[in-house]
T-cell receptor
């Protein structure tokens, strides 16, 4: 069975703080993809990043960085120097090569206060 | 360019009535997904289309739910004899090609309220 767990339901930080959103996944497939999506208050989900299971390199994009560790089945997302515009619900998702579903975690709601 | 569009944006219906929700994916995207998002919850997978066929219908909650896609483009999700527990935001997404693990592009959703 495939599963994505985002244990943090809500996180509240003050602007300029760094924040890490946790994502733990389960799958028996050796080939899979992991994603992060952002859902701002406007409601429309926006794709942020995709990693495949064979690429454990961490990635940095501006203030965003992602840490993929197969040993712990985790794909964590860090926002450095958070801004109010980062306030949103963030979803981690898993898609295995053999199936059709993309399994989403329950999401982490991030509040960034000015 | 045009993104994924969904209509209507809001739908209020009485319990027992049928509703149709429409999704217009990004042109050229062969894969199309329907999800349901209840208030404050994550996304629940409903159904996936590759072209006009639906290899995976396992997420449909009951036989009151059905979906079709014609011409490899527009998709309609139909809910018959709506119940109050069907109230949710129904999201549609499309992607270039499912087989390559492409990211999904989401529409704004249809907020369904069953009274």
């Amino acid at each position: 069975a495939q599963k994505v767990t985002q244990a943090q339901t809500e996180i509240s930080v003050v602007e300029k703080e760094d924040v890490t959103l946790d994502c733990v996944y389960e799958t028996r497939d050796t080939t899979y993809y992991l994603f992060w999506y952002k859902q701002p208050p406007s409601g429309e989900l926006v794709f942020l990043i995709r990693r495949n299971s064979f690429d454990e390199q961490n990635e940095i994009s501006g203030r965003y960085s992602w840490n993929f560790q197969k040993s712990t089945s985790s794909f964590n997302f860090t926002i450095t120097a958070s801004q109010v515009v980062d306030s949103a619900v963030y979803f981690c998702a898993l898609s295995a090569a053999g199936g059709f579903k993309t399994i989403f975690g329950a999401g982490t709601r991030l509040f960034v206060k000015a | 360019g045009a993104g994924v569009s969904q209509s209507p944006s809001n739908k209020v219906t009485e319990k027992g009535k049928d509703v149709e929700l429409r999704c217009d994916p990004i042109s050229g995207h062969t894969a199309l997904y329907w999800y349901r998002q209840s208030l404050g919850q994550g996304l629940e997978f409903l159904i996936y289309f590759q072209g006009n066929s639906a290899p995976d219908k396992s997420g449909l909650p009951s036989d009151r739910f059905s979906a079709e896609r014609t011409g490899g483009s527009v998709s309609t999700l139909t809910i018959q004899r709506t119940q109050q527990e069907d109230s949710a935001v129904y999201l549609c997404a499309s992607s270039l090609d499912r087989a390559l693990g492409h990211e999904q592009y989401f529409g704004p959703g249809t907020r369904l309220t069953v009274t």
